[in-house]
Protein backbone atom coordinates (compact mmCIF):
# COMPACT_ATOMS: atom_id res chain seq x y z
CA UNK A 1 0.00 0.00 0.00
CA UNK A 2 3.01 2.39 0.93
CA UNK A 3 4.76 1.43 -1.99
CA UNK A 4 1.29 2.66 -4.06
CA UNK A 5 1.28 5.66 -2.66
CA UNK A 6 5.13 6.21 -3.46
CA UNK A 7 4.50 5.16 -6.83
CA UNK A 8 1.47 7.47 -7.41
CA UNK A 9 3.56 10.49 -5.96
CA UNK A 10 6.42 9.62 -8.25
CA UNK A 11 3.74 9.82 -10.96
CA UNK A 12 2.31 12.79 -10.11
CA UNK A 13 5.86 14.50 -9.40
CA UNK A 14 7.32 13.35 -13.26
CA UNK A 15 4.27 14.68 -14.24
CA UNK A 16 4.64 18.43 -12.80
CA UNK A 17 8.39 17.96 -14.17
CA UNK A 18 7.19 17.43 -17.22
CA UNK A 19 4.90 20.43 -17.08
CA UNK A 20 7.17 22.43 -15.61
CA UNK A 21 9.73 21.96 -18.86
CA UNK A 22 7.12 22.24 -21.06
CA UNK A 23 6.10 25.85 -20.25
CA UNK A 24 9.50 26.58 -19.68
CA UNK A 25 10.35 26.00 -22.82
CA UNK A 26 7.04 28.11 -24.55
CA UNK A 27 8.11 30.49 -22.24
CA UNK A 28 11.87 30.48 -23.85
CA UNK A 29 10.18 30.66 -27.13
CA UNK A 30 7.74 33.68 -26.35
CA UNK A 31 11.14 35.48 -25.01
CA UNK A 32 13.05 34.37 -28.43
CA UNK A 33 10.09 35.58 -30.35
CA UNK A 34 9.73 38.75 -28.74
CA UNK A 35 10.89 42.24 -30.85
CA UNK A 36 12.23 43.55 -28.15
CA UNK A 37 16.04 43.07 -26.63
CA UNK A 38 15.58 40.48 -23.40
CA UNK A 39 19.03 40.60 -21.31
CA UNK A 40 18.83 38.55 -18.03
CA UNK A 41 21.68 38.65 -15.41
CA UNK A 42 21.35 37.11 -11.89
CA UNK A 43 22.00 39.05 -8.61
CA UNK A 44 25.47 39.62 -9.21
CA UNK A 45 25.19 41.23 -12.33
CA UNK A 46 26.27 37.36 -14.56
CA UNK A 47 24.91 37.38 -17.66
CA UNK A 48 22.63 34.09 -17.69
CA UNK A 49 20.10 34.85 -20.82
CA UNK A 50 19.54 37.15 -23.99
CA UNK A 51 17.29 36.52 -27.28
CA UNK A 52 17.84 36.75 -30.52
CA UNK A 53 16.31 40.22 -31.26
CA UNK A 54 19.27 41.50 -28.38
CA UNK A 55 21.97 39.86 -30.79
CA UNK A 56 19.73 41.67 -33.60
CA UNK A 57 19.63 45.22 -32.15
CA UNK A 58 22.68 45.31 -30.50
CA UNK A 59 24.91 43.42 -33.04
CA UNK A 60 26.40 41.63 -29.81
CA UNK A 61 26.45 37.47 -29.64
CA UNK A 62 25.67 35.42 -26.95
CA UNK A 63 28.99 33.41 -27.06
CA UNK A 64 30.60 37.27 -25.81
CA UNK A 65 28.39 38.15 -22.89
CA UNK A 66 26.77 34.91 -21.49
CA UNK A 67 28.66 34.38 -18.36
CA UNK A 68 30.34 37.78 -18.28
CA UNK A 69 29.76 40.24 -15.68
CA UNK A 70 28.23 43.42 -16.06
CA UNK A 71 31.12 45.49 -14.69
CA UNK A 72 33.37 43.63 -17.01
CA UNK A 73 31.39 44.50 -19.89
CA UNK A 74 30.75 48.48 -19.07
CA UNK A 75 34.55 48.48 -18.11
CA UNK A 76 35.41 47.04 -21.48
CA UNK A 77 33.71 49.38 -23.56
CA UNK A 78 30.72 46.68 -25.11
CA UNK A 79 28.31 48.92 -23.14
CA UNK A 80 28.04 52.95 -22.64
CA UNK A 81 26.88 52.18 -19.13
CA UNK A 82 25.26 49.36 -17.54
CA UNK A 83 21.43 49.80 -16.70
CA UNK A 84 21.88 46.04 -14.72
CA UNK A 85 24.04 47.75 -12.66
CA UNK A 86 22.00 50.70 -11.75
CA UNK A 87 19.63 48.71 -10.76
CA UNK A 88 21.30 46.47 -8.38
CA UNK A 89 22.45 49.41 -6.66
CA UNK A 90 18.95 51.71 -6.62
CA UNK A 91 17.47 48.17 -6.13
CA UNK A 92 14.00 49.92 -8.67
CA UNK A 93 14.15 49.59 -11.82
CA UNK A 94 15.40 52.27 -14.28
CA UNK A 95 15.20 53.57 -17.63
CA UNK A 96 18.73 54.91 -19.66
CA UNK A 97 19.94 55.40 -23.36
CA UNK A 98 23.09 53.13 -24.12
CA UNK A 99 25.00 53.02 -26.94
CA UNK A 100 27.09 49.85 -28.06
CA UNK A 101 30.08 49.87 -29.58
CA UNK A 102 28.65 48.27 -32.70
CA UNK A 103 27.94 52.33 -32.55
CA UNK A 104 24.10 51.39 -31.79
CA UNK A 105 22.21 53.49 -29.94
CA UNK A 106 19.08 52.22 -27.42
CA UNK A 107 16.76 52.48 -24.59
CA UNK A 108 17.39 50.41 -21.50
CA UNK A 109 14.62 49.29 -18.71
CA UNK A 110 15.99 47.01 -16.73
CA UNK A 111 14.17 45.54 -13.11
CA UNK A 112 14.85 43.65 -10.25
CA UNK A 113 13.22 40.32 -8.87
CA UNK A 114 13.46 39.74 -5.65
CA UNK A 115 12.87 36.45 -3.44
CA UNK A 116 10.83 35.85 -0.35
CA UNK A 117 13.77 37.28 1.57
CA UNK A 118 13.86 40.89 -0.30
CA UNK A 119 17.33 39.54 -1.72
CA UNK A 120 18.02 40.66 -5.91
CA UNK A 121 18.00 37.37 -7.49
CA UNK A 122 17.76 38.56 -11.28
CA UNK A 123 17.59 41.65 -13.26
CA UNK A 124 15.71 41.76 -16.41
CA UNK A 125 16.28 44.33 -19.26
CA UNK A 126 14.32 45.06 -21.65
CA UNK A 127 15.72 46.87 -24.93
CA UNK A 128 14.22 48.44 -27.81
CA UNK A 129 16.62 49.78 -31.02
CA UNK A 130 16.37 53.30 -31.42
CA UNK A 131 19.23 54.18 -33.63
CA UNK A 132 16.97 55.00 -36.51
CA UNK A 133 14.78 57.85 -34.85
CA UNK A 134 18.14 59.14 -33.65
CA UNK A 135 19.39 59.13 -37.61
CA UNK A 136 15.95 60.22 -38.39
CA UNK A 137 15.93 62.96 -35.73
CA UNK A 138 19.41 64.22 -37.37
CA UNK A 139 17.96 63.94 -41.10
CA UNK A 140 15.30 66.54 -39.31
CA UNK A 141 17.40 68.96 -37.90
CA UNK A 142 19.70 69.04 -41.13
CA UNK A 143 16.37 69.65 -43.21
CA UNK A 144 15.37 72.09 -40.68
CA UNK A 145 19.04 74.17 -41.02
CA UNK A 146 18.72 73.83 -44.69
CA UNK A 147 14.83 75.29 -45.06
CA UNK A 148 16.20 77.83 -42.51
CA UNK A 149 19.42 79.04 -45.12
CA UNK A 150 17.13 78.70 -47.93
CA UNK A 151 14.51 81.02 -46.43
CA UNK A 152 17.49 83.52 -44.91
CA UNK A 153 18.54 83.77 -48.94
CA UNK A 154 15.59 83.98 -50.54
CA UNK A 155 14.55 86.90 -48.03
CA UNK A 156 18.28 88.22 -48.76
CA UNK A 157 17.77 88.27 -52.40
CA UNK A 158 13.81 89.47 -52.30
CA UNK A 159 15.21 92.36 -49.95
CA UNK A 160 17.88 93.32 -52.56
CA UNK A 161 16.28 92.68 -55.31
CA UNK A 162 18.96 93.21 -58.42
CA UNK A 163 17.79 95.86 -60.54
CA UNK A 164 20.25 96.85 -63.43
CA UNK A 165 17.71 99.43 -64.90
CA UNK A 166 19.53 102.21 -62.88
CA UNK A 167 22.50 101.84 -64.78
CA UNK A 168 22.46 104.57 -67.47
CA UNK A 169 25.61 105.09 -68.68
CA UNK A 170 26.42 107.54 -72.06
CA UNK A 171 29.53 109.37 -70.58
CA UNK A 172 32.83 108.16 -72.98
CA UNK A 173 34.65 107.94 -69.75
CA UNK A 174 32.25 106.39 -67.78
CA UNK A 175 31.97 103.88 -70.83
CA UNK A 176 35.47 102.85 -70.77
CA UNK A 177 35.02 102.43 -67.06
CA UNK A 178 31.78 100.18 -67.11
CA UNK A 179 34.02 98.42 -69.96
CA UNK A 180 36.57 97.34 -67.48
CA UNK A 181 33.79 96.33 -65.13
CA UNK A 182 32.37 93.90 -67.92
CA UNK A 183 35.45 92.38 -68.57
CA UNK A 184 36.04 92.08 -64.40
CA UNK A 185 33.18 90.66 -64.09
CA UNK A 186 33.69 87.53 -65.70
CA UNK A 187 37.04 86.48 -63.70
CA UNK A 188 35.93 84.84 -60.62
CA UNK A 189 38.58 88.10 -58.48
CA UNK A 190 38.27 90.50 -55.85
CA UNK A 191 37.23 93.91 -56.62
CA UNK A 192 37.53 97.29 -54.80
CA UNK A 193 35.19 100.09 -55.86
CA UNK A 194 36.66 102.99 -54.97
CA UNK A 195 34.26 106.65 -55.26
CA UNK A 196 32.81 109.01 -53.60
CA UNK A 197 29.09 108.53 -51.91
CA UNK A 198 26.07 108.17 -54.18
CA UNK A 199 27.95 107.27 -57.71
CA UNK A 200 26.30 104.47 -57.74
CA UNK A 201 28.66 101.52 -56.40
CA UNK A 202 26.38 99.60 -55.49
CA UNK A 203 24.94 99.44 -58.86
CA UNK A 204 28.52 98.58 -60.16
CA UNK A 205 28.74 95.76 -57.67
CA UNK A 206 25.37 94.15 -58.72
CA UNK A 207 26.46 94.55 -62.49
CA UNK A 208 29.47 92.75 -61.57
CA UNK A 209 27.67 89.89 -60.19
CA UNK A 210 24.46 89.82 -62.84
CA UNK A 211 27.57 89.24 -65.59
CA UNK A 212 29.78 86.41 -63.72
CA UNK A 213 29.48 82.88 -63.53
CA UNK A 214 27.90 83.58 -59.66
CA UNK A 215 24.40 85.34 -61.45
CA UNK A 216 22.36 82.64 -60.45
CA UNK A 217 23.74 81.98 -56.94
CA UNK A 218 22.70 84.57 -53.93
CA UNK A 219 23.66 88.23 -53.56
CA UNK A 220 24.27 89.82 -50.44
CA UNK A 221 24.96 93.64 -49.30
CA UNK A 222 26.93 94.47 -45.91
CA UNK A 223 26.41 97.14 -45.26
CA UNK A 224 29.74 97.81 -42.64
CA UNK A 225 29.07 101.42 -41.48
CA UNK A 226 25.44 100.65 -40.50
CA UNK A 227 25.67 97.73 -38.32
CA UNK A 228 26.48 98.21 -34.55
CA UNK A 229 29.33 97.32 -33.59
CA UNK A 230 28.91 94.44 -31.19
CA UNK A 231 26.87 92.89 -33.77
CA UNK A 232 29.17 93.26 -36.83
CA UNK A 233 30.73 89.09 -35.91
CA UNK A 234 27.48 87.34 -35.28
CA UNK A 235 25.74 89.41 -38.47
CA UNK A 236 28.92 88.47 -40.75
CA UNK A 237 29.44 85.12 -39.75
CA UNK A 238 26.02 83.53 -37.70
CA UNK A 239 26.47 82.27 -34.02
CA UNK A 240 25.73 78.53 -32.51
CA UNK A 241 23.19 77.81 -29.98
CA UNK A 242 23.33 79.82 -26.99
CA UNK A 243 26.45 81.80 -27.49
CA UNK A 244 25.23 85.01 -25.91
CA UNK A 245 22.39 86.33 -23.64
CA UNK A 246 19.78 86.72 -25.74
CA UNK A 247 21.07 84.99 -28.53
CA UNK A 248 18.06 82.91 -30.84
CA UNK A 249 18.06 79.62 -29.26
CA UNK A 250 18.36 78.08 -32.50
CA UNK A 251 21.62 79.69 -33.28
CA UNK A 252 21.81 81.75 -36.81
CA UNK A 253 23.27 81.81 -39.95
CA UNK A 254 25.69 84.29 -41.59
CA UNK A 255 25.55 86.65 -44.48
CA UNK A 256 28.83 84.90 -45.48
CA UNK A 257 27.12 81.10 -45.11
CA UNK A 258 24.33 82.52 -47.08
CA UNK A 259 26.24 83.72 -49.96
CA UNK A 260 27.95 80.32 -50.48
CA UNK A 261 28.48 80.54 -53.70
CA UNK A 262 27.85 83.70 -54.68
CA UNK A 263 28.96 87.03 -54.12
CA UNK A 264 29.10 88.87 -50.90
CA UNK A 265 29.20 93.01 -51.33
CA UNK A 266 31.20 94.94 -48.21
CA UNK A 267 29.49 98.44 -48.81
CA UNK A 268 31.79 101.55 -46.62
CA UNK A 269 34.39 98.12 -46.21
CA UNK A 270 36.38 101.24 -44.32
CA UNK A 271 33.96 101.64 -41.13
CA UNK A 272 34.94 98.03 -40.08
CA UNK A 273 36.73 98.02 -36.89
CA UNK A 274 40.13 96.32 -36.70
CA UNK A 275 39.66 92.80 -34.92
CA UNK A 276 36.78 92.22 -37.72
CA UNK A 277 39.63 93.04 -40.27
CA UNK A 278 41.41 90.06 -39.56
CA UNK A 279 38.59 88.10 -39.22
CA UNK A 280 37.79 89.13 -42.76
CA UNK A 281 41.42 89.41 -43.94
CA UNK A 282 40.97 84.78 -42.80
CA UNK A 283 38.11 84.23 -44.95
CA UNK A 284 39.69 86.33 -47.70
CA UNK A 285 42.84 83.73 -47.53
CA UNK A 286 40.98 80.50 -46.28
CA UNK A 287 37.89 80.48 -47.77
CA UNK A 288 36.53 79.57 -44.11
CA UNK A 289 34.61 81.13 -41.23
CA UNK A 290 34.15 80.22 -37.70
CA UNK A 291 30.58 81.32 -35.85
CA UNK A 292 30.30 83.09 -32.68
CA UNK A 293 30.55 80.71 -29.73
CA UNK A 294 31.78 77.51 -32.09
CA UNK A 295 34.64 75.73 -32.15
CA UNK A 296 34.37 74.48 -35.58
CA UNK A 297 35.33 76.38 -39.26
CA UNK A 298 32.80 76.38 -42.14
CA UNK A 299 34.49 76.61 -45.60
CA UNK A 300 32.48 79.09 -48.01
CA UNK A 301 33.15 79.76 -51.28
CA UNK A 302 32.41 83.25 -51.82
CA UNK A 303 33.30 86.55 -54.51
CA UNK A 304 34.16 89.66 -52.42
CA UNK A 305 33.20 92.63 -54.34
CA UNK A 306 34.24 96.10 -51.85
CA UNK A 307 33.27 99.07 -51.74
CA UNK A 308 34.95 102.72 -49.75
CA UNK A 309 34.63 106.11 -50.27
CA UNK A 310 37.40 106.64 -48.07
CA UNK A 311 41.23 106.93 -48.82
CA UNK A 312 42.58 103.79 -47.46
CA UNK A 313 45.95 104.13 -47.85
CA UNK A 314 45.68 107.34 -44.87
CA UNK A 315 44.20 105.03 -43.04
CA UNK A 316 46.45 102.74 -43.00
CA UNK A 317 49.02 105.74 -42.27
CA UNK A 318 47.02 106.24 -39.33
CA UNK A 319 46.75 102.70 -38.51
CA UNK A 320 42.89 102.31 -38.57
CA UNK A 321 43.31 99.89 -41.72
CA UNK A 322 44.94 96.86 -41.99
CA UNK A 323 47.56 97.01 -44.60
CA UNK A 324 47.45 93.30 -45.57
CA UNK A 325 43.54 93.13 -45.54
CA UNK A 326 44.05 96.53 -48.43
CA UNK A 327 46.45 94.27 -50.92
CA UNK A 328 43.99 91.54 -50.05
CA UNK A 329 41.25 93.72 -51.23
CA UNK A 330 43.05 95.66 -53.80
CA UNK A 331 43.01 93.25 -56.85
CA UNK A 332 41.46 94.59 -58.91
CA UNK A 333 40.45 98.75 -57.98
CA UNK A 334 38.06 100.46 -59.87
CA UNK A 335 37.43 103.95 -59.36
CA UNK A 336 34.00 105.13 -60.09
CA UNK A 337 33.98 108.61 -61.60
CA UNK A 338 31.55 111.23 -59.76
CA UNK A 339 29.05 112.67 -61.53
CA UNK A 340 30.57 116.53 -62.20
CA UNK A 341 33.42 114.15 -64.32
CA UNK A 342 30.75 112.51 -66.16
CA UNK A 343 28.38 115.58 -67.32
CA UNK A 344 27.61 113.51 -70.46
CA UNK A 345 25.87 111.12 -68.53
CA UNK A 346 23.35 113.73 -66.73
CA UNK A 347 21.17 114.82 -69.12
CA UNK A 348 20.24 110.45 -69.72
CA UNK A 349 19.95 109.90 -66.16
CA UNK A 350 17.14 113.13 -66.02
CA UNK A 351 15.24 111.46 -68.15
CA UNK A 352 15.68 107.98 -66.81
CA UNK A 353 14.64 109.47 -63.53
CA UNK A 354 11.68 111.61 -65.01
CA UNK A 355 10.22 108.48 -65.71
CA UNK A 356 10.54 106.19 -62.76
CA UNK A 357 9.00 108.54 -61.13
CA UNK A 358 6.15 109.46 -63.44
CA UNK A 359 5.81 105.80 -63.25
CA UNK A 360 5.59 105.61 -59.84
CA UNK A 361 3.54 108.62 -58.58
CA UNK A 362 0.98 107.85 -61.92
CA UNK A 363 2.27 111.26 -63.21
CA UNK A 364 2.89 112.62 -66.95
CA UNK A 365 5.46 115.65 -66.14
CA UNK A 366 8.11 116.48 -68.26
CA UNK A 367 11.27 118.85 -68.01
CA UNK A 368 12.02 122.15 -69.12
CA UNK A 369 15.40 123.02 -71.21
CA UNK A 370 16.11 125.44 -68.95
CA UNK A 371 15.83 123.59 -65.67
CA UNK A 372 18.12 120.51 -67.43
CA UNK A 373 20.80 123.28 -68.26
CA UNK A 374 20.40 124.18 -64.04
CA UNK A 375 21.19 120.58 -63.44
CA UNK A 376 24.10 120.25 -65.62
CA UNK A 377 25.58 122.97 -64.49
CA UNK A 378 25.44 122.51 -60.82
CA UNK A 379 28.35 120.50 -59.25
CA UNK A 380 26.51 117.50 -57.54
CA UNK A 381 28.38 117.02 -54.17
CA UNK A 382 25.35 113.88 -53.72
CA UNK A 383 26.58 112.62 -57.31
CA UNK A 384 23.49 110.30 -58.81
CA UNK A 385 21.96 109.50 -55.52
CA UNK A 386 21.26 113.39 -55.08
CA UNK A 387 20.67 114.10 -58.56
CA UNK A 388 17.78 111.19 -58.26
CA UNK A 389 16.58 112.69 -55.24
CA UNK A 390 15.99 115.96 -56.69
CA UNK A 391 14.23 114.91 -59.73
CA UNK A 392 11.88 113.02 -57.07
CA UNK A 393 11.31 116.29 -54.85
CA UNK A 394 10.68 118.52 -58.27
CA UNK A 395 8.06 115.90 -59.26
CA UNK A 396 6.16 115.84 -56.51
CA UNK A 397 6.63 119.29 -55.47
CA UNK A 398 5.87 121.24 -59.24
CA UNK A 399 2.48 122.63 -59.44
CA UNK A 400 2.33 121.90 -63.29
CA UNK A 401 3.33 119.29 -65.73
CA UNK A 402 6.37 121.22 -66.55
CA UNK A 403 9.25 121.26 -64.23
CA UNK A 404 10.75 124.46 -64.82
CA UNK A 405 13.88 126.07 -63.76
CA UNK A 406 12.24 127.91 -60.63
CA UNK A 407 11.12 124.37 -59.47
CA UNK A 408 14.72 122.58 -59.23
CA UNK A 409 16.27 122.84 -55.36
CA UNK A 410 19.50 123.38 -55.53
CA UNK A 411 20.07 126.71 -55.79
CA UNK A 412 18.58 127.24 -52.67
CA UNK A 413 18.82 127.84 -48.89
CA UNK A 414 21.70 124.84 -48.55
CA UNK A 415 23.84 126.03 -51.04
CA UNK A 416 24.18 129.75 -49.93
CA UNK A 417 22.31 130.36 -46.96
CA UNK A 418 22.85 133.74 -47.01
CA UNK A 419 21.05 135.13 -49.62
CA UNK A 420 17.79 135.53 -47.74
CA UNK A 421 15.60 137.98 -48.97
CA UNK A 422 13.21 139.55 -47.51
CA UNK A 423 9.91 139.35 -48.86
CA UNK A 424 7.30 142.32 -48.98
CA UNK A 425 4.32 139.47 -48.05
CA UNK A 426 3.10 137.60 -44.80
CA UNK A 427 4.32 134.81 -44.04
CA UNK A 428 3.67 131.54 -41.25
CA UNK A 429 7.12 131.32 -39.44
CA UNK A 430 6.20 127.93 -38.65
CA UNK A 431 5.49 126.75 -41.86
CA UNK A 432 8.98 128.32 -43.24
CA UNK A 433 11.00 126.93 -40.45
CA UNK A 434 9.39 123.59 -41.61
CA UNK A 435 10.18 124.24 -45.80
CA UNK A 436 13.85 125.08 -44.50
CA UNK A 437 14.00 122.13 -42.05
CA UNK A 438 12.69 119.62 -44.93
CA UNK A 439 15.51 121.32 -47.65
CA UNK A 440 18.28 120.76 -44.82
CA UNK A 441 17.31 116.82 -44.33
CA UNK A 442 16.83 116.09 -48.12
CA UNK A 443 20.23 117.91 -49.00
CA UNK A 444 22.39 116.07 -45.90
CA UNK A 445 20.59 112.52 -46.97
CA UNK A 446 21.51 113.54 -50.78
CA UNK A 447 25.14 114.38 -49.89
CA UNK A 448 25.85 111.48 -47.78
CA UNK A 449 23.40 108.71 -48.68
CA UNK A 450 22.69 107.16 -44.91
CA UNK A 451 21.66 108.10 -41.82
CA UNK A 452 24.29 108.55 -39.87
CA UNK A 453 26.37 111.08 -41.85
CA UNK A 454 23.14 113.16 -42.92
CA UNK A 455 22.22 113.16 -39.15
CA UNK A 456 25.70 113.84 -37.51
CA UNK A 457 26.20 116.72 -40.51
CA UNK A 458 22.38 118.65 -38.78
CA UNK A 459 23.75 117.81 -35.59
CA UNK A 460 20.97 115.73 -34.81
CA UNK A 461 19.96 112.07 -33.37
CA UNK A 462 19.71 109.27 -36.21
CA UNK A 463 16.21 108.59 -35.18
CA UNK A 464 15.32 112.35 -35.44
CA UNK A 465 16.27 112.55 -38.66
CA UNK A 466 14.06 109.43 -39.66
CA UNK A 467 11.01 110.58 -37.90
CA UNK A 468 11.38 113.74 -39.53
CA UNK A 469 12.22 112.96 -43.07
CA UNK A 470 9.13 110.23 -42.94
CA UNK A 471 6.42 112.86 -41.54
CA UNK A 472 7.60 115.76 -44.53
CA UNK A 473 7.42 112.63 -47.21
CA UNK A 474 4.38 111.50 -46.03
CA UNK A 475 3.05 115.18 -46.39
CA UNK A 476 4.17 115.64 -49.50
CA UNK A 477 2.36 112.92 -50.59
CA UNK A 478 -0.85 114.14 -49.30
CA UNK A 479 -0.65 117.23 -50.95
CA UNK A 480 0.36 115.56 -54.40
Known amino acids: MENKKISESLKLSDEYTKGLQIETSRLYDIIECSYDGIYITDGEANTIFLNKS ?32 MVLKSRESVTIEQKFKTGKKVVVSGSPIFDDKG ?29 EKYYSQVEAMRKQLLNFSDIVVKDERMLNILEMVRKVAKLDTTVLLLGETGVGKERIAKYVHKNSKRSKKSFIKIDCGAIPYNLIESELFGYEKGAFTGANKEGKIGLFELADGGTIFLDEVGELPLDMQVKLLRVLQEGEIKKVGGNTTIKVDVRVIAATNRNLKEMIKNKTFREDLYYRLNVVPIRILPLRERTGDI ?7 LSMFNKKYDFNKSITRGAIDSLK ?20 MSPGDKILRSDIPINEVWNNRSQFKIVDKKVNMKEEVEKLEERLIENAFAKYGNVRDAAAELGINASTLVRKRKRYRNKNMLQK
Open 54 to 85: YEKITGMKRKEMIGKNMKCLEKNGFISKSATL
Open 119 to 147: NITMVVTNVRDVTELYELKEQLEKNRELT
Open 347 to 353: EPLIDHF
Open 377 to 396: AYSWPGNVRELKNIIERAII
